[in-house]
């Protein structure tokens, strides 16, 4: 179970660093526009982000 988690973990900070790596420019287009945006759309991206990973998590669960 523990190996599981890092292996998580890792996958998460791997495609993360892939636009900032990739396009710095372009990461940093998009994190500004995200500044531009109110707190209940980010909550609602983020709402997505969560309900996406738990339907995920267990489908392959």
């Known amino acids: ?3 599981v988690f890092w292996a998580a973990l890792a996958l998460v900070l791997i495609f993360e ?3 900032p790596f990739l396009s710095p420019g372009g990461w940093r287009r998009m994190f500004s526009e995200m500044l ?3 707190d209940g759309q980010i909550r609602f991206f983020g709402l997505l982000s969560l309900a996406s990973g738990c ?4 489908w392959v669960a």
């Open 1 to 3: 179970m523990t190996d």
């Open 17 to 19: 660093g892939l636009l």
């Open 36 to 38: 531009k945006m109110r």
């Open 55 to 58: 339907l995920l998590w267990l």
